[in-house]
């Protein structure tokens, strides 16, 4: 057994001399006077003296070795376990959780500086020519060394620098660069992983400890947390609900509130859109989410229009704001694909009677990424256009072919389509038309009265023979059906939005809808709430994506200045896309806030917004129970103490200890009486 300092300080034990010098320097001088006979005086004081004295000596020597124990507490003494000390040059590869809940304040510190503590008292047991790489778990995991190199202080200067960041943690990557770290070192010497983290079930939980390591590699895992659960709110989504959004309409915000911790909560949400403010208040049951809802006008005059909801800080305050971008349009675009637009019938004269609508007819698309498509009798081979197009957020509205249509079972989602073919209604009485989701968003506007009353018609042709809605796709839904059960129009979504199959004629002489006047508004809605609610372009997911906007032909990259969230001019790249248009992105990783792209000789007029939001997996401040972590794991107490993690044997508790009861007999033994002589007998006084 060796012994060894953490604290260099070793200046402190002179402190031991401390009573040597109070005993030396304060000692008693009294004044010379002369009496006429000092005999018995003096024989007194000399028996005296000599009783005294052994105390004297020995108060001196406990208060001496209290103040050394006292002294030799403060350089952190341990003793290193014979194994530390029989094992040659070996390699250590540190893996060090910096993700955003690393950051939660844990008893005293934040988990993140016990993770740094820990780690130093590792770098500390390395002795000269060991191997060491430090591996950073974060959204993009990267090693310091390409190899384990024998450079501490490199490491040790990381370590001092030590912050989480707002970011999830790719706990699978980071694991795999451990275990080709330690490849490199493990045939040639001892190597050893050590893992330090909070262990947050939302990143760990999926973690195979049995395959992610090899079986003869020592792995150590450091759990920093002294709690297994720890209290927080979060704004964990928030959307505008409405996928369009024109000027001065007016919408709904949902905030939906996320309520982590043991007990229940109330919280007051603050939404901040523009110069409109407003404040909800909700109980959160604990381990629960609660939904508040403000109502906003969006403004005349914006293009983009920013909308946060904030909390009233926590503890844990990075995830109590949230912040969306609503991009606001004066109309919508709506490309009719039909050879003549008389195919469309009744259909296209209510488009082109729908004030927000933008419409374009053509035999073909007239716009890259329109936000709705009527596609009239489409083919075979337009299906995988519909369905691109439906990825990226239109809704695409199919008028079969009534005379011979192959497509429609492929549009809700069934690859192998069979043949589906138009029937006749031959009594001429008509089919009619039900609600088959009166509940869904497309009747909301028709909720006051009888749910059917926009479909008030009679229809003479439909596809028929051939449908099989059983085989659909699982996200299809049928709005409505025909009285015997037949689907007249059915919904399936894909990606950001939707495929609708119309099964009911536009023409006239196949239908009388067109001539009910609620078959405008209810085709509006019907196109309107086929997309998906609260769907924007998706946000900068933090530390992996880089806030990017494709520039317009009218502006050069050099022209456009972006800033991140603390005001800052971000360095941007320009790259060409495969559709040919111009990419100009941050060369930095996003993290969460507001970003602004704006014109460098316009002012800095605001050209385009992003929102970055924190990341929603990071709130959850619940750690993996002790029983999900491999068995080597080392263990940290309440206190925060480490508990042989590297073979060490702490001796400063003993000291300080020691010190106590060494005061504790100093002040026993100042508290003795002292023994006196009268008459020439002893006697205590």
Not at 251 to 275: D, I
Not at 319 to 345: I, K, N, P, W
Not at 347 to 364: C, E, H, N, T, W
Not at 384 to 404: H, R, T, Y
């Amino acid at each position: 057994m060796n012994l060894f300092f953490s604290n260099p300080l070793f200046w402190l034990m002179a402190a031991a001399a401390v009573p040597l010098l109070v005993h030396l320097f304060a000692r008693s001088r009294p004044r010379d006077r002369e009496f006429s006979s000092l005999i018995f005086l003096r024989r007194a004081v000399k028996r005296h003296v000599r009783l005294r004295r052994p105390k004297d000596w020995l108060l001196l020597a406990v208060r001496t070795l209290a103040a050394a124990c006292l002294a030799a507490a403060f350089l952190l003494p341990y003793m290193a376990g014979r194994s530390m000390e029989e094992q040659g040059s070996r390699s250590v590869i540190l893996v060090v959780d910096r993700s955003a809940s690393m950051s939660a304040a844990d008893g005293q510190e934040s988990r993140i500086s016990k993770a740094g503590v820990f780690a130093g008292q590792i770098m500390s047991d390395l002795k000269r020519g060991d191997l060491v790489n430090l591996i950073w778990v974060d959204a993009a995991p990267a090693a310091l060394f390409r190899e384990p190199m024998p450079s501490h202080d490199l490491v040790n200067r990381e370590l001092q620098r030590i912050h989480s960041r707002p970011e999830a943690a790719n706990t699978a990557a980071a694991l795999a660069l451990a275990v080709e770290q330690a490849a490199r070192t493990a045939s040639t010497r001892p190597t050893s992983v050590y893992i330090l983290s909070d262990f947050q079930s939302s990143n760990w939980s999926g973690v195979d400890w049995e395959k992610a390591f090899p079986p003869d590699l020592d792995v150590r895992c450091i759990q920093v947390a002294d709690h297994e659960r720890l209290p927080n709110t979060a704004v964990t989504s928030l959307k505008v609900m409405r996928a369009t959004v024109l000027p001065g309409q007016s919408v709904t915000v949902q905030a939906v509130l996320s309520n982590f911790g043991s007990q229940p909560v109330r919280v007051t949400a603050h939404l901040e859109a523009g110069s409109l403010r407003a404040s909800r208040t909700a109980e959160i049951p604990a381990g629960a989410k609660e939904t508040v809802s403000f109502q906003a006008q969006v403004p005349a005059s914006v293009e983009e229009w920013p909308v946060f909801v904030t909390l009233d800080h926590d503890a844990f305050p990075a995830d109590d704001t949230a912040g969306t971008v609503v991009r606001v349009g004066a109309s919508l675009q709506c490309d009719a694909v039909t050879q003549d637009e008389a195919q469309l019938g009744f259909m296209m004269k209510a488009l082109r009677f729908i004030p927000f609508l933008d419409v374009q007819s053509a035999g073909g698309l007239g716009r890259e990424q329109p936000d709705f498509v009527v596609w009239n009798k489409p083919e075979k081979e337009d299906l995988k256009k519909m369905e691109a197009l439906a990825e990226a957020g239109s809704v695409i509205v199919a008028v079969p072919d009534f005379s011979g249509d192959a497509v429609a079972n492929a549009l809700m989602g069934l690859p192998d389509d069979p043949r589906t073919f138009s029937e006749y209604e031959k009594t001429g009485k008509g089919w009619t038309l039900n609600a088959a989701l009166p509940d869904d968003p497309v009747f909301d506007l028709f909720r006051g009265g009888d749910a059917a009353s926009p479909l008030d018609a009679r229809v003479f042709r439909r596809l028929n023979e051939g449908l099989a809605p059983d085989s659909w796709n699982d996200l299809v839904s049928v709005l409505v059906r025909y009285e015997d059960g037949v689907p007249a129009i059915a919904r399936r979504v894909k990606g950001r939005g939707a495929l609708v199959l119309w099964n009911v004629p536009v023409q006239s002489m196949d239908a009388d809808w067109g001539k009910s006047p609620l078959f405008l508004p209810f085709l509006a809605e019907a196109m309107l709430k086929s997309r998906q609610e609260g769907v924007g372009e998706a946000a900068p997911e933090p530390g992996r994506d880089f806030p990017s906007w494709i520039l317009p032909d009218t502006l050069d990259a050099a022209d456009v200045v972006l800033t991140g969230p603390d005001g800052a001019e971000l360095l941007c790249k320009e790259s060409r896309l495969s559709s040919g248009k111009r990419l100009l992105s941050s060369v930095a990783p996003a993290v969460p806030g507001t970003y602004v792209w704006s014109g460098r000789h316009a002012a800095g007029m605001p050209l385009h917004t992003q929102v970055v939001n924190f990341p929603v997996g990071e709130s959850n401040l619940q750690t993996l129970a002790a029983g999900n972590l491999p068995a080597s794991a080392a263990v940290v107490t309440a206190s925060g103490k480490l508990v042989e993690v590297t073979g060490r044997i702490p001796l400063w508790p003993w000291l300080l200890g020691a010190a106590v009861l060494l005061f504790a007999l100093e002040l026993w033994l100042s508290s003795l009486p002292v023994r006196t002589v009268r008459d020439g007998k002893e006697a205590q006084s």
